[in-house]
């Protein structure tokens, strides 16, 4: 299952949270890491949906552009007949 960024910013959130309240030094490393890898996961999540709307968007207007070709070519063939 992906993670949202959103989800990914809470999970670090609560890591760094985590990180703070630890008395043991080897815990709060392990935390650290934890937030700091969920970070990273955060922005890849919100890549990766940027790109996808970025694609989709194209390919509506790729759509739409050929749709008015489209009609502009039945146009010009009506006119012609």
Known sequence: ?????EA???????????AASATLDNVRER???AEKTWRGLAEKARSVAQQREK??????????AELAAEEQ????HRYRA
């Open 1 to 5: 299952m992906a993670d949202t960024y």
């Open 73 to 76: 070519a039945e146009q010009a």
């Open 55 to 64: 694609v989709e968007r194209e390919k509506r207007e790729q759509r739409e």
């Open 31 to 33: 935390e650290l890491r």
């Open 8 to 18: 990914c910013c809470e999970r670090a959130d609560r890591a760094a949270k985590a």
